[in-house]
């Protein structure tokens, strides 16, 4: 299985961008994708996740800014980043629990897009 992020880039304060990030290989269904996010030094932390039903949850920095999406039919989860700031700079990554058969479970990771809000 491999994911592939894109839509990372260089933004102005209060600008937009938009992730994307297609699962592909073997894959029997999808429970939950999710963006993360990771400062050099720091710890990888949740950004936001969607369940395979369309349930949501934000980290409390992000809430009412960004909005995470997923297309089922592609495999593929969206982070929609609007209001950005600099403190939002950091190497983006997603993430998606799923089931490569009805009994075999995993966790893939994408490779990372770099997000750098600044004027």
């Avoid at 089931?99 to 990372?112: A, C, F, I, L, T």
């Amino acid at each position: 299985v491999q994911l592939q992020a894109s839509g990372g880039g260089l933004v102005q304060p209060g600008g937009s961008l938009r992730l994307s990030c297609a699962a592909s290989g073997s894959i029997f269904s999808i429970n939950v994708m999710g963006w993360y996010r990771q400062a050099p030094g720091k710890q990888r932390e949740l950004v936001a996740a969607i369940t395979s039903g369309g349930s949501t949850s934000y980290a409390h920095s992000v809430k009412s800014r960004f909005t995470i999406s997923r297309d089922n039919a592609k495999n593929t989860v969206y982070l929609q980043m609007n209001s950005l700031k600099p403190e939002d700079t950091d190497v983006y990554y997603c993430n998606a629990d799923l089931m490569n058969s009805p009994v075999e479970r995993s966790d893939y990771w994408g490779q990372g897009t770099q997000v750098t809000v600044s004027s």
